[in-house]
C-alpha cells in the first residue's frame, strides 16, 4: 500500500464548476497535509496546507482533513482552464521533516 | 523574499560521470530537502539537511549524497552516474522543517546518455 494515494485521473470538469480532488494516506501519525499544484515541466507550487480536522478555505479552494477517515480532499470552485495541471497531495511523516507525496492527479478544466 | 534558487537548471552528462547540484533556501530558511521527480515514480524523498546535518533519508543508494553548509545552502552529489538517474531534482526549504510547509525550487532537469 502506498502512504499517500490519489487517484491519476485525468479528472475533466467544465469551466465553472467544481473540481474535487481526493487523497488518502495510511500513517496515521502524519498531522500536516498540503496540496501542491505542477505545471507540465515546472516545480511544484504550494496551494494550501492544512493540519487540523475539518475545512479550510483560501479563496477559491478549500481543503478538507479528516483524520479519523485518512482522507484530505480539495476542492476548487469555478474551475478555470489555468486550473489545469497536476495537483500533488502530500503528508510529513510523523517524524516530521519528509513530504510523502501521492502520484497526483491530472486536472483538466475545459472551455 | 527571493524564493529558492537551484543550479544549474539543466544538465546532460554520461553514464559513469558524477554531478553536483546546489541549492540556495529561502533567506531564513535553515532545512532543506531533496526530492527527485521522474514519471515513474513520481516525487520521491532524497534527503533533508538541518543546521549542516543529515537528519532524514529516503530510500536510495549511497551514490546519492548531500550537505549542507554553515549559511544553509545545500550541494547534492551523484557519483557514477545510470540512465535511470535521469529526473527532475527539486530543493526544498522550509524554516525548521518541523511539521512545516516546504517551498520547492525550480528544479534541475538531469538527462544522462
Known amino acids: 500500500q502506498k502512504e499517500v494515494e490519489q487517484n491519476s485521473g485525468p479528472l475533466s470538469v467544465p469551466e465553472g464548476a467544481i473540481a474535487s480532488l481526493n487523497c488518502t494516506y495510511s500513517?496515521?501519525?502524519?498531522?500536516?497535509f498540503f496540496w501542491y499544484r505542477q505545471y507540465s515541466g515546472k516545480s511544484p507550487e504550494l496551494i494550501m496546507f492544512?493540519?487540523?480536522?475539518g475545512d479550510k478555505e483560501d479563496g477559491r479552494f478549500t481543503a478538507q482533513l479528516n483524520k479519523a477517515s485518512q482522507y484530505v480532499s480539495l476542492l476548487i470552485r469555478d474551475s478555470q482552464p489555468s486550473d489545469s495541471a497536476t495537483y500533488l497531495c502530500?503528508?510529513?511523516?510523523?517524524?516530521?521533516?519528509?513530504?510523502?507525496f501521492g502520484a497526483g492527479t491530472i486536472l483538466r478544466v475545459k472551455s | 523574499k527571493a524564493g529558492v534558487t537551484q543550479t544549474p537548471r539543466y544538465l546532460i552528462k554520461t553514464r559513469g560521470q558524477q554531478v553536483t547540484l546546489s541549492c540556495s533556501p529561502i533567506?531564513?530558511?535553515?532545512?532543506v530537502s531533496w526530492y527527485q521527480q521522474t514519471p515513474g515514480q513520481g516525487l520521491q524523498f532524497l534527503f533533508e539537511?538541518?543546521?549542516?546535518?543529515?537528519?532524514n533519508k529516503g530510500n536510495f543508494p549511497g551514490r546519492f549524497s548531500g550537505r549542507q553548509f554553515s549559511n544553509s545552502r545545500s550541494e547534492m552529489n551523484v557519483s557514477t552516474l545510470e540512465l535511470g538517474d535521469s529526473a527532475l531534482y527539486l530543493c526544498?526549504?522550509?524554516?525548521?522543517?518541523?511539521?512545516?510547509?516546504?517551498?520547492f525550487g525550480p528544479g534541475t532537469r538531469l538527462l544522462v546518455l
Open positions: 533567506s531564513g530558511h535553515r532545512s
Open positions: 526544498a526549504s522550509s524554516l525548521s522543517g518541523d511539521q512545516e510547509t516546504q517551498y
Open positions: 500513517d496515521r501519525g502524519s498531522q500536516s
Open positions: 539537511y538541518f543546521s549542516e546535518t543529515q537528519r
Open positions: 492544512i493540519y487540523s480536522n
Open positions: 502530500a503528508a510529513i511523516d510523523r517524524y516530521g521533516n519528509k513530504l510523502v
